[in-house]
């Protein structure tokens, strides 16, 4: 038996307007600074565990799934995928 999962839509806020999902991706190793360009719009937090925090906003499912694509690109493994709410991105 397999199971179906629906998709997941940007969510909207009270006036109906599609909000940005904000994600932590976290992988084994440090990142050095080439490789920015190509995550733009993240954050990079070198982690004192030898880990790599990216961090920021992703405009939809599809964006997300680009961002793995070069996370698995990278050879880098990959440790967790965290969707955080806007507050806590802030922080």
């Known amino acids: 038996m397999s199971e179906q ?4 839509a940007p969510t909207q806020d009270q006036a109906g307007h599609h909000q ?3 994600y932590e991706i ?15 719009g993240l954050t ?11 961090a920021g906003p992703v405009v939809d499912q599809a964006a997300l799934h680009g961002l793995l694509r070069k996370v698995r ?5 990959l440790i967790s995928v965290t969707r955080i ?7």
Do not use: C, I, K, Y
């Open 26 to 40: 976290r992988v084994e190793g440090h990142l050095d600074g080439r490789w920015r360009t190509r995550f733009a």
């Open 73 to 77: 690109d990278l050879g880098m493994p």
């Open 85 to 91: 709410s806007p507050v806590q991105a802030e922080a």
């Open 44 to 54: 990079f937090l070198l982690e004192e565990s030898g880990n790599t925090l990216l």
């Open 20 to 22: 940005q999902s904000f």
């Open 5 to 8: 999962h629906a998709p997941t």
